[in-house]
């Protein structure tokens, strides 16, 4: 029997016994509740996608590699060994058909943490070298640029000088500015590539709502990307090293403060999992940009038109953002100052749908049906209510209902939280 046993074993289980692995791995009573709750069984009905399938996948390596009856018995507890072949099936359920949203794990009879056994097991791939190439392309960029478009320094820098040029023409203001590395301000303010690439105005938007807020801030043309896909890829060394950059930018520029654009990930990578890759606390505020603007309202410093949004809104919830940050009542509390029809989507908050973009599956081409046909779940959500605008504090969220649009004619208007919000804004002097 000793042949048979794998000599090489998985990195993650070089530091075993690791309790919160263990107690995940043997939790699961195969009780099915999970299905109901992941929006790709629900639009497919493909056993394969059930969670608690995917997460078995993982405690099969597991038990082969770190249980005695896995090593001698293999066949008889499901113990499997990660070879090449059991890795490609691992990478298309893991990768293509997850999105780590944890919705599972909210109805899960025993509180089985699904997306951790889900990330358990790309770090497996990635150990291996499985990870979709279309995401590590994605990670690679960000590693060797310093953003995850690779958007050069001077198409950087002419982007932000243009949106400058429309804050002018917003404000009215000829000397108002969109700051780049002003160093003891109080903001540092982050952006997901894909504002520069293809969503500009999303700048200006939040530099209109800094502007009358009287606030003290910057941006950095060294490290301003929000995002870590490498939090999907599960590669944590890379993940640190792409966290570090962002812990150091903010040191260089002795700001006090670090906010975080619309990115649910990006949120969660940096605020919640960083420490974990850093081993250390950050000596500085890390808050979302939702968090930030429904402060200025509260405190004054911003004015809303009461008037200004007639037509029904509806919010996406962002899972990392809100069912696994806690950012629930900020953005209800902002749309409801100015937005007079507001209607809740069913289910909404830390029970809402994922929207099919998250877990890198916008970087991931090779699942881009898949992803699609998965989506109809949020497109029925969206359509229900009868909302003309969807107002959603994330960009991937936004980038994968701007195609859920055009894929089931839903005829809405997205928007994001800062777009809604400049729109509204009624100017004032700044305390400038």
Request: hydrophobic residues 35%; charged residues 20%.
């Amino acid at each position: 029997m000793q042949g048979n046993t794998p000599k090489i074993k998985p990195g993650i289980f070089n530091n075993h016994p690791d309790s919160r692995m263990i107690t995940n791995m043997n939790s699961c009573v195969h009780c099915g509740l999970c299905a109901e709750s992941c929006f790709f069984y629900l639009a497919t009905k493909d056993e394969r996608f059930m969670p608690g399938r995917k997460a078995d996948l993982v405690t099969s390596v597991y038990r082969r590699y770190c249980t005695w009856q896995g090593k001698v018995f293999p066949k008889l507890v499901n113990a499997r060994e990660l070879n090449g072949e059991f890795a490609s099936e691992m990478t298309d359920l893991l990768f293509g058909a997850c999105t780590m949203c944890g919705r599972c794990s909210m109805h899960c009879s025993t509180g089985v943490d699904v997306p951790y056994l889900v990330r358990l097991g790309r770090t497996m791939l990635s150990e291996m070298g499985f990870v979709p190439a279309t995401l590590q392309s994605t990670v690679n960029a960000a590693l060797e640029s310093g953003n995850n478009m690779s958007i050069p320094l001077t198409e950087f820098l002419d982007t932000i000088k243009w949106m400058e040029e429309e804050l002018m023409d917003e404000t009215g203001d000829p000397l108002s500015r969109i700051p780049v590395n002003e160093k003891r301000k109080e903001i540092l303010y982050t952006l997901n590539p894909r504002e520069p690439k293809f969503y500009p105005l999303s700048i200006s938007a939040m530099a209109k709502i800094f502007y009358f807020a009287g606030e003290s801030w910057t941006l950095s043309s060294e490290m301003y990307d929000v995002t870590n896909y490498a939090y999907f890829s599960g590669n944590n060394k890379e993940a640190a090293i792409i966290a570090e950059r962002l812990r150091k930018e903010m040191k260089h520029l002795d700001c006090n403060t670090l906010v975080l654009a619309e990115c649910g990930h990006g949120t969660r990578a940096f605020r919640w999992e960083a420490p974990n890759y850093l081993k250390q606390q950050f000596p500085f505020k890390v808050i979302s940009s939702v968090e930030c603007i429904a402060d200025y309202i509260r405190k004054g410093r911003i004015n809303l038109d009461p008037d200004k949004i007639k037509v029904p809104v509806t919010i996406h919830d962002p899972c990392n953002l809100v069912r696994n940050g806690g950012v629930i009542n900020e953005q209800r509390y902002i749309l409801k100052q100015f937005v007079k029809q507001f209607i809740e989507m069913e289910p909404h908050g830390i029970d809402n749908f994922c929207c099919g973009g998250g877990g890198g599956q916008l970087a991931m081409s090779e699942f881009n049906e898949r992803r699609m046909k998965a989506a109809v779940i949020k497109a029925e959500q969206i359509r229900q209510t009868g909302a003309k605008i969807v107002v959603t504090p994330c960009h991937n969220c936004i980038d994968q209902l701007t195609q859920v649009n055009i894929y089931y004619k839903l005829g809405i208007k997205l928007m994001t939280m800062a777009e809604i919000v400049a729109e509204a804004i009624i100017p004032h002097k700044t305390n400038f």
